[in-house]
């Protein structure tokens, strides 16, 4: 079945970096479009970074991350990162890796990322 498990969370302070992963299994990791999506207690899971599929990749950042996130993916490993540097506070939440296949969305259980100082 479909798995993804994410790691490399934790806590840093304002201004650090940390480098999310995320392990996929249960599917053919090169097909797909991956996501990571990020929540805080009481809000709505936030789309922060997409790269797609196949030859080409592109990617896709929401405003308040651009420039400072990184997605990539190594297909070798079916692997998926989030790099992230000059964190900033209001970036603390849970982060979650997610796939769609086949009109059903796949996620992980998330690790929570923490910026303060």
């Known amino acids: 079945q479909v798995r993804l498990v994410e790691s490399g969370g934790g806590f840093v302070q304002p201004g650090g970096s940390l480098r999310l992963s995320c392990a996929a299994s249960?599917?053919?990791?090169?097909?797909?479009?991956m996501r990571w999506y990020r929540q805080t207690p009481g809000t709505e899971r936030e789309l922060v970074a997409f790269?797609?599929?196949?030859?080409?990749?592109?990617?896709n950042y929401v405003d308040s991350v651009r420039g400072r996130f990184t997605i990539s993916k190594d297909e070798a490993k079916n692997t998926v990162y989030l790099q992230m540097n000059s964190l900033k506070p209001e970036d603390t939440a849970v982060y979650y890796c997610?796939?769609?296949?086949?009109?059903?969305?796949?996620w992980g259980r998330g690790t929570q990322v923490s910026v303060s100082s």
């Open positions: 997610n796939t769609w296949i086949a009109a059903t969305g796949y």
């Open positions: 790269i797609s599929s196949g030859l080409g990749t592109t990617t």
């Open positions: 249960g599917f053919t990791f090169s097909m797909y479009s």
